[in-house]
């Protein structure tokens, strides 16, 4: 994680809510309450940032997926942006409750979701009644902002990341209901104890949010070019173990190299293998 303390104070992760406003559960990160406003501790949203960061790093890279959630308007297309590029799935218009906790459901409805706009490709649509093709496009409007950004998430998420647990409490509790790791950032006003790994900070302002989604974001990469290394690495056959497999079926002795019997069995180039030795029997003298 490339991210400073510095680089947190810079962008104002540090600003906490009103004094009255404060949630008393988040006290451990509190750094100090100055003119009616609680200051963050920069040192503890450091480290439990880069926490975060090689949770999320070690859980992509085994072929997990996160869930970008962040409905409120300073969050909304920061992190629409960042679930694009990373290719995960995104909840930014609208919460639907039960999208965890009941996703036998929501599947359903995505697979319908998914045959209109079918239907309307091939013109199958056009082809019904006015008053049933307006009724099914009202309806897929009111689909597209429930479900556009989880179309293509076809198992519960390994993770779930949000911004401002105290606005995606409905989410934040599913999540725990299901027993999916939580990931956010949690101002003075939230309870981060909703969270397996709160990350303490200014949830209102831009450049707080956007810093921390960023780094986020370079562990998701992280943990992707980890999984297609792992993958390549799985492609590659193993040399003496197929030299061995071979050697025992045939009886073949295989001297040359291992790449070259590789090369072989892929046709690409011809290989000399010794054959056993054969003993001629010797007829026994007449008697």
Same mark, same amino acid.
């Not at 949203?45 to 070690?58: I, P």
């Not at 309806?139 to 998420?157: A, D, Q, W, Y």
């Given at each position: 994680?490339?991210?400073?303390?510095?680089?947190?104070?810079?962008? %104002?992760?540090?600003? @906490?809510?009103?004094?009255?406003?404060?949630?008393?559960?988040?006290?451990?990160?509190?750094?100090?309450?100055? +003119?009616?406003? $609680?200051?963050?501790?920069?040192? !503890?949203?450091? /480290?439990?940032?880069?926490?975060?960061?090689?949770?999320?790093?070690? !859980?992509?890279?085994?072929? %997990? &997926?996160?869930?970008?959630? %962040? $409905?409120?308007?300073?969050?909304?297309?920061?992190?629409?942006?960042?679930?694009?590029?990373?290719?995960?799935?995104?909840?930014?218009?609208?919460?639907?409750?039960?999208?965890? $906790? &009941?996703?036998?459901?929501?599947?359903?409805?995505?697979?319908?979701?998914?045959?209109? +706009?079918?239907? =309307?490709?091939?013109?199958?649509?056009?082809?019904?009644?006015?008053? /049933?093709?307006?009724?099914? !496009?009202?309806?897929?409007?009111?689909?597209?902002? &429930?479900?556009?950004?989880?179309?293509?998430?076809?198992?519960?998420?390994?993770?779930?990341?949000?911004?401002?647990? &105290?606005? =995606?409490?409905?989410?934040?509790?599913?999540?725990?209901?299901?027993? #999916?790791?939580?990931? @956010?950032?949690?101002?003075?006003?939230?309870?981060?104890? +909703?969270?397996?790994?709160? #990350?303490?900070?200014?949830?209102?302002?831009?450049?707080?949010?956007?810093?921390?989604?960023?780094?986020?974001?370079?562990? #998701?990469?992280?943990?992707?070019?980890?999984?297609?290394?792992?993958?390549?690495?799985?492609? +590659?056959?193993?040399?003496?173990?197929?030299?061995?497999?071979?050697?025992?079926?045939?009886?073949?002795?295989?001297?040359?190299?291992? =790449?070259?019997?590789?090369?072989?069995?892929?046709?690409?180039?011809?290989?000399?293998?010794?054959?056993?030795?054969?003993? !001629?029997?010797?007829?026994?003298?007449?008697?």
């Amino acid at each position: 994680m490339q991210v400073t303390a510095k680089d947190l104070l810079d962008a %104002g992760v540090h600003f @906490g809510h009103q004094t009255k406003r404060w949630n008393p559960r988040s006290k451990p990160y509190v750094f100090d309450h100055r +003119q009616g406003i $609680t200051i963050i501790d920069l040192g !503890k949203t450091h /480290e439990l940032l880069a926490k975060a960061y090689s949770f999320v790093e070690d !859980k992509v890279a085994a072929g %997990g &997926n996160v869930l970008f959630v %962040g $409905t409120k308007e300073q969050a909304r297309e920061i992190m629409r942006e960042a679930a694009t590029a990373t290719g995960m799935p995104f909840c930014v218009d609208r919460w639907l409750g039960g999208t965890l $906790t &009941n996703f036998a459901t929501v599947k359903k409805s995505i697979a319908k979701f998914k045959k209109y +706009q079918q239907q =309307e490709q091939n013109g199958e649509l056009a082809k019904l009644s006015s008053k /049933e093709e307006a009724s099914i !496009k009202r309806e897929m409007v009111r689909m597209t902002k &429930n479900f556009s950004g989880i179309l293509e998430m076809p198992e519960l998420p390994s993770i779930m990341f949000v911004i401002d647990a &105290n606005h =995606e409490e409905i989410a934040v509790s599913e999540a725990k209901r299901s027993e #999916i790791p939580c990931v @956010g950032l949690v101002d003075t006003n939230s309870d981060p104890t +909703q969270l397996s790994h709160p #990350i303490p900070g200014n949830d209102d302002a831009v450049k707080s949010i956007r810093i921390i989604v960023e780094t986020i974001v370079a562990a #998701i990469q992280s943990g992707l070019a980890q999984r297609d290394s792992r993958r390549g690495q799985r492609g +590659q056959p193993d040399l003496k173990a197929a030299t061995a497999a071979v050697a025992a079926a045939t009886g073949i002795d295989l001297t040359p190299a291992p =790449e070259a019997v590789v090369a072989a069995v892929e046709g690409e180039t011809p290989v000399e293998v010794k054959k056993p030795a054969v003993r !001629k029997k010797i007829a026994a003298p007449k008697a």
